[in-house]
Every structure is written in structure tokens, then in C-alpha cells.
């Protein structure tokens, strides 16, 4: 079992920046991607970008040049990864949540509110 704890969400004004961070615990040996996902009220939860241990990333069309994901490659095995957001948009109000891929398994943590304020 993985768990997963965000942190770094808020409130924020558009075109501020936040910088949400993900650590995983348990059994981390073997997560092979994490990825940051968002869910607006009323909205499916969505892709906003994602990074696998060999460090490719993918980005949603919306936030492609605005944010950032990274990961801690300190560590032997992929335990803590980072969303650097910046020229924030009210549209990029949502809960954030992090999940990580372990085999065929995946684990969510429990989300962060980012808000942006216009």
C-alpha cells in the first residue's frame, strides 16, 4: 500500500503561483509514475500532468507552459514529486489530488483546494 499526502495548496490571486508537493510512503519500491489530477465542483476529475520514474512528463492542453512537474531524483525510488503552477487562471480552481502507479495497482491522496482569485 501507498499513501500519499499533498501539500502547497491555496488561495492565490491570477497570475500568482503555488507549488503543490506529493510524498509518498509505504511501499514505494516499484511506483513507476505519479501524476497530479484536479476536480472543479461539478467537473470529472482530470489529467493535469504526469511524470514516470524515468522522468518523461505529459501536460493537459490547458496547462502546458504554465506548470510544471518534477520529481525528487535524490532518491533511489520515486517518493516525492512537485507541480509548479504558475500564471494561475480561475479556471485552475479545483481540488488536486496525487496518485501514484505501483504495477498494476494506484493510490490517491486526499486532495489539496487551489484557489484562484480573479
Known amino acids: 500500500q501507498v499513501q500519499l499526502v499533498e501539500s502547497g495548496g491555496g488561495l492565490v490571486q491570477a497570475g500568482g503561483s503555488l507549488r503543490l508537493s506529493c510524498a509518498a510512503s509505504g511501499r514505494i519500491y516499484g511506483i513507476t509514475a505519479m501524476g497530479w489530477y484536479r476536480q472543479a465542483p461539478g467537473n470529472q476529475r482530470e489529467l493535469v500532468a504526469g511524470?514516470?520514474?524515468?522522468?518523461?512528463?505529459?501536460?493537459?492542453d490547458g496547462v502546458e507552459g504554465r506548470f510544471t512537474i518534477s520529481k525528487d531524483n535524490a532518491a533511489n525510488t520515486m517518493n516525492t514529486v512537485f507541480l509548479q503552477m504558475n500564471s494561475l487562471e480561475s479556471e485552475d480552481t479545483a481540488v488536486y489530488y496525487c496518485?501514484?502507479?505501483?504495477?498494476?495497482?494506484?493510490?490517491w491522496g486526499q486532495g489539496t483546494q487551489v484557489t484562484v482569485s480573479s
Open positions: 511524470i514516470t520514474s524515468n522522468g518523461t512528463t505529459k501536460y493537459a
Open positions: 496518485k501514484a502507479e505501483r504495477g498494476f495497482s494506484e493510490s
